[in-house]
């Protein structure tokens, strides 16, 4: 009698479970092997280097404490974050316009323009990289016309504009594709109220087409903005060791020094001032938004 009784509670029990299993949304499922894989490969690095950071060779915030008080450490980060913005700045430059010409062209047209902007993700990094170190080096393409107007003997290579040109050139794919991605989603019928109701096309793209763009410059900006933050490739080579970023420093520790603590301790402090300004930008891309449409000029511009 007790083992049917057993028996009967294991088979109510198994049935339950299911029941359960079936009533769980299927999203939810689907989340279940992405949230593994970030789980392992990215949760589990992150937490080993931060404690690490904090506890080898003896616990502290000695690591840390010596960053900050190390002005070559305090310099890189300042500009690793300075070449940050400034590629982010000119992909988004040469972006927009581009990108805004793709919802104006027809449909070969379009397929045409799409087809260079994915043409480079068909090519190794690498083989581009060293590309620009041919362009950029003494006696180069780039020397040899600014030679033309007057810049001799002018070589971009080790310098941080070569850098922030070669990560620009890399990265400007990643600012087209979310901005096409929102501005073909946009209602140019919304245009055509603004002229009818007397606003000139300055003033409409201005107040009705740029803020609706806006949140695709906030996902493009913020996807190449931390791009930038990690890449080592395009600095290492095209860059010297007087104009390094945190990446190149990063694996110096790691590579050279075998310092992994100190190398933990740059991460989390790159990883922290990171997130707080994508939310400082967040915020003020929000403002901005809320300010765009009613700002500046008159209708009758």
């Known amino acids: 009698?007790?083992?049917?009784?057993?028996?009967?509670?294991?088979?109510?029990?198994?049935?339950?479970?299911?029941?359960?299993?079936?009533?769980?949304?299927?999203?939810?499922?689907?989340?279940?092997?992405?949230?593994?894989?970030?789980?392992?490969?990215?949760?589990?690095?992150v937490i080993s280097l931060a404690l690490d950071s904090v506890l080898k060779p003896t616990p502290?915030?000695?690591?840390?404490?010596?960053?900050?008080?190390?002005?070559?450490?305090?310099?890189?980060?300042?500009?690793?974050?300075?070449?940050?913005?400034?590629?982010?700045?000119?992909?988004?430059?040469?972006?927009?316009?581009?990108?805004?010409?793709?919802?104006?062209?027809g449909p070969?047209?379009?397929t045409v323009?799409?087809?260079?902007?994915?043409?480079?993700?068909?090519?190794?990094?690498?083989?581009?990289?060293?590309?620009?170190?041919?362009?950029?080096?003494?006696?180069?393409?780039?020397?040899?016309?600014?030679?033309?107007?007057?810049?001799?003997?002018?070589?971009l290579l080790g310098t941080q504009l070569g850098v922030t040109i070669a990560m620009a050139q890399v990265l400007l794919p990643f600012m087209v594709l979310p901005l096409y991605s929102n501005m073909s989603g946009i209602d140019r019928r919304l245009l055509d109220a603004a002229h009818s109701m007397g606003a000139s096309r300055a003033t409409a793209f201005r107040k009705v087409y740029l803020p609706l763009s806006i949140p695709g410059v906030t996902a493009g900006s913020v996807l190449v903005f931390i791009l930038c933050l990690g890449f080592w490739v395009t600095p290492r080579l095209v860059g010297s060791p007087q104009e390094s970023l945190i990446g190149q420093l990063i694996a110096t520790k790691v590579e050279k020094l075998l310092d992994f603590p100190s190398a933990?301790?740059?991460?989390?402090?790159?990883?922290?001032?990171?997130?707080?300004?994508?939310?400082?930008?967040?915020?003020?891309?929000?403002?901005?938004?809320?300010r765009l449409p009613g700002a500046g000029g008159t209708d009758d511009e």
């Open 1 to 45: 009698m007790t083992t049917s009784s057993s028996a009967a509670s294991a088979v109510r029990s198994r049935r339950g479970s299911a029941r359960a299993v079936r009533r769980m949304h299927p999203g939810y499922l689907l989340v279940i092997p992405a949230a593994v894989l970030v789980g392992v490969f990215f949760a589990y690095p």
């Open 264 to 290: 933990g301790a740059l991460s989390v402090i790159l990883l922290v001032v990171t997130m707080l300004l994508l939310l400082v930008v967040q915020g003020m891309l929000r403002r901005l938004a809320g």
């Open 60 to 105: 502290g915030t000695g690591h840390y404490a010596d960053i900050f008080t190390d002005p070559t450490s305090m310099r890189i980060l300042v500009r690793t974050f300075t070449v940050a913005l400034l590629v982010t700045a000119v992909t988004l430059v040469l972006a927009y316009p581009y990108a805004y010409l793709m919802t104006l062209v």
């Open 113 to 155: 323009l799409m087809f260079l902007v994915l043409l480079p993700f068909w090519s190794s990094l690498m083989a581009r990289t060293f590309a620009w170190v041919v362009l950029l080096q003494p006696g180069g393409v780039v020397s040899r016309a600014l030679g033309w107007i007057g810049l001799e003997d002018t070589s």
């Open 108 to 110: 070969r047209t379009r």
